[in-house]
């Protein structure tokens, strides 16, 4: 066996189910960009990215054939375009940061009910789209009617909560919730157990971020009335 093939199959065996190092280690990383993005650092963009690599060869492990689990194109898939997203959005705080007065990355905000209305439609029939792309491609294994929905809906959703994320909508913690209602019950029907877990607990986290970035956002609106008052 190559040192390649043992870095990439060294793994945990937790209750009789192999665990590899990547899954544990990018979500990991993909935990750390969490928190850092609540806190509203920089740094949560690269960390991120770092993990989007590992955990898209973990999703994708069957087409490289070493994987025995069902492979998920459309949580690997998305890694991918995490990535593109990611770099727009550490470009936009990095230079939000530089610029600023505060020296913050990010100020916390509602996206307009333009904006708002805006997202959902692109969410609503970029899910139709990717539905069809998915179902075309298929799965490489026989999955069940639902399946390709909730890929896409994981897909479309994953990419618009990044988004606004990098533009600072508070509305980005509540997509991410509506992400992990679909992508916790997928991951443990396909097996992957620990990004299962680490999903649960970004639901938590995301909860408790949404009440940080609203707490930032309100503090922002009465200071801007207390000015224009003044």
Known sequence: MSVWEQIYTAHLTIG????????IIGNGFGMASAIGGMRRKVWAWPVGIVGNVLLFTVFAGLVFGMDD???????AGRQIFFIVTSLYGWYVWRESKNKGSTGEAVIP????AKQRLGY????GAGVVVMHWVFEVIGAGWPAPWWYFWCDAWIFVGSL???YAMARGWNDFWLMWLAVDLVG?????YSKYYPSAALYALY?????????QWLRASRSRDVAAREMEAS
């Open 109 to 112: 905000h509602w996206a307009s």
């Open 160 to 162: 618009l909560a990044t």
């Open 69 to 75: 689990r069902a492979p998920m194109l459309g949580q």
């Open 16 to 23: 009789g189910s192999q665990i590899t190092w990547r899954e």
């Open 184 to 188: 916790v019950p997928e991951l443990i």
């Open 203 to 211: 639901a938590l986290l995301v909860a408790y971020g949404f009440t």
């Open 120 to 123: 959902v439609i692109a969410w």
